[in-house]
């Protein structure tokens, strides 16, 4: 009887020491992220639940279950690979304030002021072009309005992803109705529109078009992949120069279960050495931190060209009615 009563004691010991569960929802692509996330796993022996958003989704699809789970959450942390929809969620009260103490060196201008999310590895909004032919590529966004380039090129309709942000942008910096005109004028002026920025990358790796407005990770695996293109960083200002810097994101979500291990995810993924890992990956996303020696090819913001200061919050406040716009004018 005593032999069977420890075993039983055993088995109970070592179901108490199971290792907790995190749960993190990433919309990062899960071919970068998920070994990221594992070796977290596998250093501080727990089990992770991690949820991917799909392709078609485009960040939007893990934004709307955290919203959806809000009276029942069950997701640790965000990483997000963009920022205004992780804004749209502290404007909604579902995150909880954060302090990475690895996020120092990181501009202030990516850490909310309250500490409620963290940018890191960042993308920038770009024209990849070819290079096997003589190109007329887009110099400035204005550009797009003129039938020499505009016939010549290809973006992806802004209803979803850094697309939709990059524009909900130039909508607070101008209006609505210039924003939708500019639209009009550009179709006019014969540039093509493509479902995604992966979707205009690929066109023009095709030779369908010879130029595309996309973001650094997708003309990053055009390169890799051999194809003839070149990135030229756009110079989009209103009034000012300098091309869309788009970060990563991350954050801590209201009603964490796992709160000291959510706080230990943060700061693993906010490092100088995460950023250096996602910089040499096929995406080639943008380190944030100062001092970092970036992989050959990667060009540093402020450095080797100049990067527009966006008012995320108020990008983010523009983005539902932004997205109803796009959708009357796109989707017929």
Not at 81 to 99: F, M, Q, S, V, W
Request: with cysteine; charged share 20%.
């Amino acid at each position: 009887m005593s032999k069977i009563f420890s075993i039983i004691c055993i088995l109970l010991l070592g179901a108490c020491s199971k290792p907790a569960e995190l749960v993190i929802y990433c919309s990062l692509d899960q071919d970068l992220s998920e070994q990221i996330i594992r070796d977290f796993e596998k250093k501080h022996d727990i089990e992770i639940n991690v949820q991917f958003d799909v392709e078609r989704n485009k960040t939007v699809g893990l934004v709307s279950r955290i919203i959806a789970e809000a009276k029942n959450p069950r997701a640790d942390v965000f990483w997000n690979n963009e920022i205004a929809h992780t804004i749209r969620l502290k404007d909604l009260g579902l995150t909880t304030a954060y302090a990475p103490a690895t996020a120092e060196g990181i501009p202030a201008i990516f850490i909310d002021a309250d500490n409620h999310y963290t940018g890191f590895a960042a993308r920038a909004r770009v024209i990849m072009y070819r290079t096997d032919i003589e190109v007329n590529y887009p110099k400035h966004l204005n550009d797009f309005l003129n039938p020499e380039y505009a016939e010549n090129g290809v973006m992806a309709q802004p209803l979803t992803g850094t697309t939709l942000s990059n524009f909900a942008y130039l909508i607070q910096q101008s209006s609505t109705a210039e924003v939708v005109q500019w639209f009009d004028d550009v179709k006019s002026a014969g540039l093509g529109f493509a479902a995604g920025n992966a979707d205009a990358m690929r066109r023009v790796c095709a030779g369908d078009y010879a130029w595309c407005f996309t973001d650094t990770d997708d003309a990053a695996k055009a390169v890799v992949n051999g194809y003839p293109v070149a990135i030229h960083y756009l110079d989009q200002g209103m009034g000012e120069n300098g091309a869309m810097l788009i970060p990563n994101s991350i954050c801590l979500l209201e009603g964490a279960q796992q709160n000291e291990m959510a706080k230990k995810f943060i700061d693993y993924v906010v490092s100088a050495e995460c950023e250096l890992r996602l910089a040499h990956s096929t995406s080639a996303q943008i380190p944030l931190h100062s001092g970092i020696t970036a992989p050959d090819g990667i060009l540093l913001p402020n450095r080797d060209y100049p990067v527009l200061d966006i008012p995320w919050a108020a990008v983010a406040a523009e983005l539902d009615d932004a997205a109803s716009t796009f959708q009357e004018l796109f989707v017929r």
